[in-house]
């Protein structure tokens, strides 16, 4: 089904052209296109850039990933080379999704189409085909309520617990106490078991390539947070992050679970009912990445074109929409008013890398993204 009506444009499908590809940024900071083994051939090198945000849920490094993939999933990117601090990938010839048709704007029905098999298509990759999973992780493969209960611990491991020595204090002044993260996780809901699958866990419109030869249409790029679990998280995850209008939510949703019904009937079960407790988690992790990213554009040089004060209305907007979005699955109350959060931020701003803050200003997440340990 297309959605259509009043003030609806699809963005147009195009024939990608190879020299209007852009490299993936990923997480580490901009992959650089370099030329490598024959004449012609082209690879991605992704360099670690110390000042990244990297605020993320990760279940294992993307080079070991890969190589686990080859042979399996069909149309992946090759890990050619790895070390500590870089990796080479293939290169994917094409037209990122976001060049024709950026965040906000409607998508072709063809490319909904297509991005919906691509999630299936993923799903199912089972256990034994990937790279060991973390201890923590849930022995039975269709426990769902396990798969969420498991995504809201880490994300407390791996992104609240390792930037709140710099940032608690300013998470506490705005409402957002300590334990939000573990108490959310010991209240995941009873929900329909569903077969566990590869995820690719981050699949937006910079993540995904529309080829140049058209065989097949697009393939998905940048599999560092891929991760293994239920399904629904993926759809989850993709219908956030892929910022699609308001009006093509329902339309994704059916081509999803059309596409499961081919590929892995299972997965469709209960999901009317279980999608919005993944949503819920999405919005509510996002809080932390969110808040850092715009407390840390504070302290960063000074911009020409804003001056100090509309970068300080900048980030009180952004750390308000987060905290509205995600103030409900993680039972805040009392939000903060605006004139509040700027003044919070103000104070963070002035304190300085070592103020009221906490130490250092290193949001990096240095987690390994095997770690055990969890308590299940």
Not at 108 to 122: K, S
Not at 213 to 223: F, H, K, L, T, Y
Request: glycine residues 6%; charged residues 25%; aromatic residues 4%.
């Amino acid at each position: 089904m297309r959605a259509t009506g009043p003030g609806v444009r699809h963005c147009p499908r195009r024939t990608p052209q190879p020299q209007l590809r852009a490299a993936s940024h990923g997480r580490h900071g901009p992959a650089r296109r370099k030329q490598a083994g024959h004449p012609g051939t082209r690879v991605l090198v992704r360099v670690p850039r110390p000042d990244a945000v990297l605020v993320v849920i990760r279940t294992w490094p993307e080079a070991q990933l890969l190589r686990s993939l080859r042979g399996v999933l069909p149309h992946v990117p090759r890990c050619l080379a790895s070390t500590a601090t870089a990796t080479v990938l293939s290169y994917v010839e094409g037209v990122p999704l976001s060049r024709v048709c950026p965040n906000g704007h409607p998508v072709d029905h063809l490319h909904i189409a297509d991005l919906a098999q691509l999630l299936a298509r993923t799903t199912q990759v089972r256990r034994e085909a990937l790279p060991e999973l973390p201890d923590c992780w849930p022995g039975d493969d269709q426990e769902s309520q396990g798969s969420l209960r498991t995504l809201t611990r880490l994300a407390d491991r791996q992104i609240r617990r390792p930037n709140w020595s710099a940032h608690g204090g300013l998470f506490t002044a705005l409402g957002v106490p300590e334990d939000v993260l573990s108490r959310m996780a010991a209240n995941v809901p009873a929900m329909t078991r569903r077969p566990y699958g590869l995820l690719h866990g981050d699949l937006h419109r910079d993540n995904v390539v529309l080829t140049a030869d058209g065989d097949p249409r697009m393939i998905a790029v940048d599999w560092e947070l891929a991760t293994y679990g239920d399904p629904l998280y993926d759809l989850a995850t993709h219908l956030i992050r892929m910022r699609y209008p308001e009006l093509q939510q329902e339309t994704v949703i059916t081509a999803w679970a059309e596409a499961m019904e081919s590929t892995v009937p299972a997965a469709t079960k209960g999901m009317d009912r279980d999608l919005p407790h993944y949503l819920a988690f999405e919005r509510a992790q996002s809080v932390f990445p969110d808040v850092i990213r715009a407390a840390r554009s504070l302290r960063q040089a000074p911009q020409r074109e804003r001056t100090p004060d509309e970068l300080l209305h900048a980030a009180e907007s952004a750390v308000r929409h987060a905290l509205q979005v995600g103030a409900k699955p993680l039972g805040l109350r009392d939000l903060p008013s605006e004139a509040k959060v700027r003044d919070v931020l103000y104070r963070w701003q002035e304190s300085g890398p070592d103020g009221p803050a906490g130490p250092g200003n290193d949001v990096r997440d240095h987690t390994n993204p095997v770690e055990a340990g969890l308590a299940r």
